[in-house]
């Protein structure tokens, strides 16, 4: 990111060029595996990535709050006399609902001349949304010195905005990996408790490749409600035999000698998704904790194959991509990630191969789906920081 250039951005937008603005960063996320099991009460495995959202942001004098981005057309200048009020469909419903979250907890609050910029792809799935809230959040209980409040207040009140000011019923997750990021770690997460783990993730000559089927998740939110229900489905059908809440409670062997009581054969699959995709996640940490990184890659590869066969969320653009990296000698694992239907796979990618894996995985996914598919290569990042001469 261009700083001298966003610190001329921010002075042609709001004058003043004497007093400088203050610039923080909060990182993207991408799920590694562990997939639609986080509303379920089940384990994660993310990490932060090096794209995310930066904020340049300056004190005013007076109640109101200039939000702004290089990212999207639209800003905006809000008077917080009155309270906060969402704006349909604008991007601007992120930040401002964190300032609303800080409201009521009666921090006294002050205006501020605010620019975003991002570079995580948008529609990417890498939670772009969660990076906004979580920068916000972050930088301002460092402007407004509010010492009270630490990174899991800050994580839980950025969901908080999430769910009530935007409407969005996400689970956790997002804005845990993108708070609680840290370098060459991955978090291990249990999404019913909270409780968590930092495990090394050592990539000795392999490379982290995303990449973006640049297909809108048009289905994405609809099935994700469907799936939601069919999985309070299969919990209601589980319950007389077995005491759970959530399907994230019930290991696999249990789920085995029980399953037939599911008695609809498509809510069972969605529930031995979700069961099975819970054990992969162990497995994974394990592997990674033995310094096996082609387990690892082996699990992702299954926990795909379920994505599609079990929970049907894939779609043909993510399988195409998918089924092109698996065609590669020196991809030892990819799948999708993040809700479906769209939005981005993540693989692993022997270094050496990197190069013919984005050059021939991208010719074979345009000629079957004319798509033009998107790379990046992943770094695993820390989380929310103030950027200054020191870290630039």
Known sequence: ???????????????????????????????????????????????????????????????????????????????????????????????????????????????????????????????????????TA?????????????????????????????????GIMDMFAVGMGSADHVIFLNCLTLEFRQVPFILNGYKLVIANTNKQRGLADSKYNERVAECKEAVDAIRPYFQLDHLGEMGFMQFFKIQDVIADERVRRRARHVISENQRVQNAVSSLLKGDILQFGALMNASHESLRDNYEVTGPELDTLVEEAWKIHGVIGARMTGAGFGGCTVNIVRDDVADKFILEAGKGYKEKTGLTASFYIGEVSAGPREINSETL
């Open 138 to 170: 972050f930088a301002l209980a460092s402007m407004l010195n509010v010492t009270s409040l630490g990174m899991m207040d800050l994580i839980k009140l950025s969901k908080r905005a999430e769910n009530d000011f935007v409407g969005l019923n996400c």
């Open 1 to 135: 990111m261009n700083i001298p250039e966003l610190r001329s951005d921010f002075f042609d937008l709001y004058g003043e060029v004497e007093k400088t603005p203050r610039i923080y960063f909060a990182p993207g996320r991408v799920n590694l595996i562990g997939e639609h099991t986080d509303y379920n009460g089940g384990f994660v495995l993310p990490c932060a990535l090096q794209y995310g959202t930066y904020l340049l942001i300056r004190e005013r004098a007076d109640n109101i709050l200039g939000f702004a981005s290089t990212n999207f057309e639209f800003r905006t200048e809000y008077d917080f006399s009155g309270g906060f009020a969402a704006k349909q469909g604008q991007w601007t419903n992120y930040p401002m609902g964190v300032f609303d979250e800080f409201r009521k907890l009666n921090v006294r609050l002050k205006g501020f001349d605010m620019l975003f910029s991002g570079d995580i792809p948008n529609s990417a799935g890498l939670s772009s949304s969660a990076s906004i809230e979580m920068v």
